[in-house]
């Protein structure tokens, strides 16, 4: 059964940091890119951070480039998010999703990653 499981969010304040891990099984992690999105309340799901099958590339939104952090263990099946500083614009469901390659052109396009973790709420209060 294919599956993602986020964990880690959580209620911080301003200047906080988290770290969300996403576990996938049956099968969605081996040779995949992955990728991190979330949505904050009356807005659309929109991108975060990525990472190839081999960690050698990734991207981040400007808006959180050099706060976050994306890294992933292959031997685990895991991979992580790392928050820093973390804002008030910050605060949204947080969802890791996998993709069917393991590297992506359009990296940034939610449409190219076919599987889904429920999502982790992520409060960042100011």
């Known amino acids: 059964q294919v599956q993602l499981v986020e964990s880690g969010g959580g209620l911080v304040q301003a200047g906080g940091s988290l770290r969300l891990s996403c576990v996938a099984s049956?099968?969605?992690?081996?040779?995949?890119?992955m990728g991190w999105f979330r949505q904050a309340p009356g807005k659309e799901r929109e991108f975060v951070a990525s990472?190839?099958?081999?960690?050698?590339?990734?991207d981040y939104v400007d808006a959180v480039r050099g706060r976050f952090t994306i890294a992933r263990d292959n031997a685990k099946s895991t991979f992580s998010l790392q928050m820093n500083s973390l804002k008030s614009e910050d605060t949204a469901v947080y969802y890791c999703?996998?993709?069917?390659?393991?590297?992506?052109?359009?990296?940034?396009?939610?449409?190219?990653?076919?599987?889904w973790g429920q999502g982790t709420q992520v409060t960042v209060s100011s």
């Open positions: 049956g099968g969605v992690f081996s040779r995949r890119a």
């Open positions: 999703a996998t993709a069917p390659s393991a590297y992506l052109i359009r990296n940034r396009d939610k449409d190219q990653y076919n599987y």
């Open positions: 990472i190839s099958w081999a960690g050698d590339s990734s």
